[in-house]
Nanobody, 116 residues
């Protein structure tokens, strides 16, 4: 059974930066499409960014130019570098690993709070 563990969340002022990490115990990690999603209070979970095995990336329009997703296959870890944070970025951020529609994993989430 795969496991994803997020870290790096916290409280930051608007305009600040945070880097989230997700340590993955899924195999083979290099074959997974890794992603970050977020869910704000009272809202549905939404895509933030994904990175494919070939390292191509996809971002939500709301974070383009501010967030960067990356992966280190040697460490089985995916990162989300967040800059120029806004209050609307406040949410629980979840790590996701996708192999197929039958095999995917979610982390437990890490809280990011941006104070204005």
């Amino acid at each position: 059974q795969g496991q994803l563990v997020e870290s790096g969340g916290g409280l930051v002022q608007a305009g600040g930066s945070l880097r989230l990490s997700c340590a993955a115990s899924v195999a083979p990690f290099s074959s997974a499409t890794m992603g970050w999603y977020r869910q704000a209070p009272g809202k549905q979970r939404e895509l933030v960014a994904t990175i494919n095995p070939d390292r191509t990336t996809n971002y939500a329009d709301s974070v383009k130019g501010r967030f960067t997703i990356s992966r280190d296959n040697a460490k089985n870890t995916v990162y989300l570098q967040m800059t120029s944070l806004k209050s609307e970025d406040t949410a629980v951020y979840y790590c996701h690993a996708y192999f197929s529609r039958w095999t995917e994993y979610w982390g437990q989430g890490t809280q990011v709070t941006v104070s204005s």
